[in-house]
Nanobody, 123 residues
Framework: QVQLVESGGGLVQAGGSLRLSCAAS??????MAWFRQAPGKEREFVAA????????FYADSVKGRFTISRDSAKNEMALQMNSLKPEDTAVFYC??????????????????WGQGTQVTVSS
């Protein structure tokens, strides 16, 4: 049974940092990603990473502030978030895909999802 479990969310002041983690079990994946959903808004792509080569992709809104990484030995993915802004407030979701697709930024490509972790950035 595939499971994705996020951790590391919380409340932080603007300009601060948080590190999210996603522990995966049950199988290996082609790639993993982070998406987020703010109240009243659609789920949006944040960052993705291929599991074997470690190629990374970022949404323009987080480039230079967020860093995605993976630990293949532990089957874990992380998102280091620096210089956080109030507009980063959202529920962050871990996602995993079993096969390749060029549409890494589209949520419908991902087969598995975590339960989400809340990130709140106060001004």
């Amino acid at each position: 049974q595939v499971q994705l479990v996020e951790s590391g969310g919380g409340l932080v002041q603007a300009g601060g940092s948080l590190r999210l983690s996603c522990a995966a079990s049950g199988r290996t994946f082609y790639s993993m990603a982070w998406f987020r959903q703010a109240p009243g808004k659609e789920r949006e792509f944040v960052a993705a990473i291929t599991w074997s080569g470690g190629t990374t992709f970022y949404a323009d809104s987080v480039k230079g502030r967020f860093t995605i990484s993976r630990d293949s030995a532990k089957n874990e993915m992380a998102l280091q978030m620096n210089s956080l802004k109030p507009e980063d407030t959202a529920v962050f979701y871990c996602a995993a895909a079993g096969t390749y697709s060029p549409f890494y930024y589209m949520s419908k490509w991902y087969d598995y999802w975590g339960q989400g972790t809340q990130v709140t950035v106060s001004s």
